[in-house]
C-alpha cells in the first residue's frame, strides 16, 4: 500500500521543485530588468562621488572567472547559486547601508536587497543541504565575523557589474 | 585747475565703491538663497554616502573661532572676506571636482563656484592691494602648491555651515 504513493510523491516532488525554480527564475527576471546598464551607471556611479569605493572582503568580489575556476573543481551549479546568492546579498546590504535615506540611489538598492531577501527564502526552501563543502567555507567566511580576512577598495557600480555578469552565467540557461 | 577735479574724482570714487558693495551685496544674497540649511543637509549630506569627508588643507577649515583671532588681532575686515572668499572658493571647487555631472549635487554647485566666482572678480576690481599681511600669507599657502599644508578629512556639509556662519558674521552688518 505504502509503495504505491512512491512515484506519486515523487511527482508531487519534481512539480514543487519545477515550481520553485519558475519562481526563482521570475526574480531573477525582476533582477535583470533592475539591474540594466543604465541603471547600474546611474544610481552606482553617477550618483556617487568620483572614486568613491566600498570596503569589501575579499571574498565579496565573485567574479566570472571565480565561477569557471570553481565549475573546473567540479563544484555543483546550486553551489554556485548560493555562493552567488549570498555574496550578492551582503554586497547589496552593504551598499544600502553607506547610502542616507533620502539618497537618488537609496530606493534602487533597497528594492535590489528585497528581490535577494525574495530569492534566498525560496532557495534554501528547496536546496538546503545540497551545498559543496568549499562553497560552504567560503559563505561561512562571509556571514562569520570579517576579521582575518583581507579587504578591498572596490567601486559600487564594479561589484553590481559582477553581480550581474555571473547572474546572466548561472541563469541564462535555466530561465529562458 | 587739476586741484578744482579732486573733489569731484573723490566723489566719482566713492560713488564707483558704494555701487561695487551694492554688488557685493547682490551677489550675498543669491549666496544666501542658495546656502540654506535645507538646501545644504540636501545636496550636501543626503546625496553623499554616510561618512563620506573631503580631504582638504588644514587653512580650508575657516571657521568663526578663526574669524574672531584674526579680529582680535586688528586685521581689517576686507582682509577678512577676502580671506574668507578665497577659501571658500577653493573649498567649493574642490566639491565640485568630486562629483560626476549627472550627480543630484553637480548644478547647485556648480551655481554656487560661479557666485563665488563673480564675487572674486568683483572683490579683486575693487578692493585689491588692501590685504593684511598675515591675511596674505594664508591665501598664499592656499593657492600654491598643497605640498607642506596638513590635511583634514571634513564632511562636504561641514564645510558649507562653515562657509554660510562666516559670511554672515562678515556681511551681516554691510548687507542689511
Known amino acids: ?5 512512491a512515484p506519486f510523491l515523487y511527482f508531487v516532488a519534481v512539480l514543487g521543485l519545477e515550481a520553485a ?3 526563482e527564475c521570475r526574480i531573477i527576471e525582476a533582477l535583470q530588468n533592475k539591474l540594466t546598464y543604465q541603471q547600474r551607471l546611474q544610481y ?3 550618483y556617487f562621488p ?9 571574498e565579496e568580489v565573485l567574479r566570472v572567472a571565480n565561477i569557471t575556476r570553481l565549475r573546473d573543481q567540479s563544484v ?3 553551489s554556485l547559486r548560493y555562493l552567488w546568492l549570498s555574496v550578492n546579498s ?4 552593504k551598499i544600502w547601508a553607506v547610502l542616507p535615506e533620502k539618497h537618488p540611489s537609496w530606493e534602487y538598492t533597497r528594492d535590489l536587497c528585497y528581490l535577494f531577501e525574495q530569492l534566498t527564502e525560496e532557495y534554501e526552501n528547496y536546496n538546503q543541504g545540497n551545498m559543496d563543502a568549499n562553497v560552504w567555507d567560503v559563505v561561512e567566511q562571509l556571514v562569520s565575523s570579517d ?3 583581507s579587504r578591498k577598495a572596490v567601486y559600487p557600480k564594479a561589484l553590481l557589474d559582477n553581480c550581474v555578469k555571473v547572474m546572466l552565467m ?4 535555466s530561465c529562458k
Not at 548561472?170 to 540557461?173: A, F, I, R, T, V
Open 76 to 78: 555543483g551549479e546550486l
Open 50 to 58: 568620483i572614486n568613491y569605493t566600498m570596503n569589501v572582503q575579499f
Open 147 to 149: 576579521a582575518g580576512s
Open 44 to 46: 552606482m556611479k553617477h
Open 170 to 173: 548561472l541563469y541564462s540557461e
Open 21 to 23: 525554480m519558475q519562481k
Open 90 to 93: 551582503q554586497v547589496l546590504l
Open 1 to 5: 500500500m505504502q509503495r504505491g504513493y
